[in-house]
């Protein structure tokens, strides 16, 4: 898929510009300026032009896929080939040219930064990724994944790696961690060992609420990293690490050797908020009030030792963080209304809205970003530090003071571990590495430390205090650490890499523009610096594109690439992480988000028992093993012929999904909403969920059916759309949905596109 596609379904709070067939033809935002975009014969997104004149422009092969990126870095320019993404779908893991029948993803190249190659079982389940950095590196960086015959992953092999000095009986260049993983009796998540043989035991058992929720997890009192071999292994003895949930699945307490902390929530509020943090082992509370429009207003502990407040303007800016008592950062900023932009001596953007300069204490830094508005150098008065970058915008390559800083990371997005590049006896191999370990999601090892992240995903206690919006009280001394949720914080910089851009804890806000979606339903939206539109005690941002609300006990995970570890992940984050997903389209795309000219008309239209039929037949989300998993949405939501007559209760599969879906966590099948499978004709698991706009397009599109009770060939027709043929026609499906797309959400209610009985 395209990286810019996901610019171009969504209601923006920006201005737009359509031809005559309703296709946008350019955007405006005032934090990013104005971007503009052609289409080829069949519809799709051929170029963008950004308002630094930058063009980026998408090669499609003969079935609709994305084979190739290129980027000008002046859009009438020549093209800058050392910027170009190459994607490839018939590499069999052999480099061989044997065609991949299922299409799959095989490869993808980033030239001067990495090309990973993936491989699959036969049922689509990856067993291996590779990370080729270049460099003339021996043995290239390798993860390999095994499973049982219910697609439960069993085993995973980190990258290989050495050491310049080997002890005994240790592998120079290919020494690797290997993680095994038990279930119990209903599929869930229950051991993890590290090593060969029996192993070492990481986690020794699990238990889980009705909900799938973690309720306890038992592991070693200490878990360490031996100096010599850099693996990690359990010492002392059994602790049970153990949360509590309300009857919301609101997290409210979590406990483990040496640590409790309770969470409160308004007993009057309907909200949802925090508003205490208790830690009984050193009675410390944190108290929290919000403001109307639900951003933090308030924090500060019972005790003295601090408080903070904080002002916002109309659109969501923080423009102070005041100190309201005992030691703690406070900070005042000016900001342009116009543009949402800092202000003031120092500042300065570029016309895509990223910041390129800004003043420290210490001095004035400089920052340099490539087409994809990806930060690729940034200068401070000690340091100058470059990345390189991989697919999804994933930092592969740091270069500080002479030394590359290489990060492998999952198939799921998670980073598995950092490495410096060494050199003995000629040959150069990743060396010193900095492995992190999860268990179904959670990280339990950062490094050489045992962790136990917060609600939010922030070490707990690792850097002394965290105040709200990231800082903190002691000193950072670990580059690339996980200090405020899930983000890696560079030391030298004092910023937070998040995947898509950089945050920036001093001022409370990203530097640059959100490249994810606004909605005009959703005001806070409109401001694309805000960190968790304000709310940064229940909301975090995993990818620094889309705000998350924190519903369960350890952080989700890149939204664009679900890790497909085990059935239990899938239980706790996918599933969870998909409803949520549903819901905000509903919002986005429900009649009630229509352009004003649609609704009335789309409120009435009622829905055929033959629709009904369609709705509980077409619409399936499938687990990637096995069809017999799937359910439908009707299934999921309980609709009935009695509880959904009329388009106008749409929004009511929104709010049902997120309540019925937890009834299907921890049942021995696999009915859970995972992918579609005939949607994108992939079967690699997290793909066809990878962004707003496929989710979208699907339930629009089995809304037609719900409306006319039509198959998709007499769909085509209504809808004057050749080349439909059958349910698995992906590219059938592109296209009927692209046309609704362009039709329903921007104004043209054609009464014959609407009316089923015509």
Known sequence: MSEFLSDLPQLEAGFCGFAVGRVRLSTAHPETGTTTFTYDAQGRVSTKVDAKNQKVENVYDAYGRVTMVKRYPVSTGAEDVNQRTTNTY??????????NLWGRLAAVTVPNSVTEHYSYTSAGLLTSKASDFGGGIYMVPTVDYSYDTEGRMTQMVYPQYGHLVPPSSYAMYSQRLTLNYSYDSVGQLQGMTAGSGSGTNLVTSATYNAAGQLLSLNRPNSVTVDTATELPSGSGGLSAETFQYNGRNQLTRQTFLYSDIEYRFSATANDGRLTQKKNWISTEEENYTYDSLGRLATAYTTGPEWGLSWVYDGFGNRLQQNVTKGT????VQTVNAATNRLNGAGFAYDSNGNMTDWSTPSGSVTASYDIDNRMTQITTPSVSETYKYGPGNLRVKKYQGGTWTYTVYGQGGEVLGTYTLCTAAGTSFLCDARLRVYFGGRPILNGWTGVKPDRLGSPDGTHGRVYPYGEVSGSVSVDQDETFTTYKRDVSTGLDYAQNRYYAAAWGRFTGADPGPSAITNPDSWNRYTYSWGDPINMNDPNGRLPIWIGIPYPIL????VPALTEV??????????????RNIA????????????????????????????????TKYYNIEADEGAISIQEATGLTVEGFTTLSEYTEIADGLELRAFSFVGQTTNAVFIAHRFWDNENQYGQSLSTLLKQGKTLIHELLHLITGLDDVPLAKRLRISGAQDLKDTEAHKAIASELIKNYLTGDCDPFFLDPKQ
């Open 328 to 331: 703690a950062p406070s900070t």
């Open 587 to 618: 919002r986005t795309y429900g009649i009630d988000k229509l352009a004003p000219t649609c609704v009335s008309a789309f409120k009435d239209i009622e829905v055929t028992s033959a629709g009904l039929a369609a709705l509980n037949i077409k």
């Open 90 to 99: 018939d590499y069999d893991g052999s480099n061989s040219s044997t065609r």
């Open 558 to 561: 890149d939204p664009t690439a």
């Open 569 to 582: 992940m899938m239980n706790y984050i996918s599933l969870e992480r998909t409803t949520n997903n549903l």
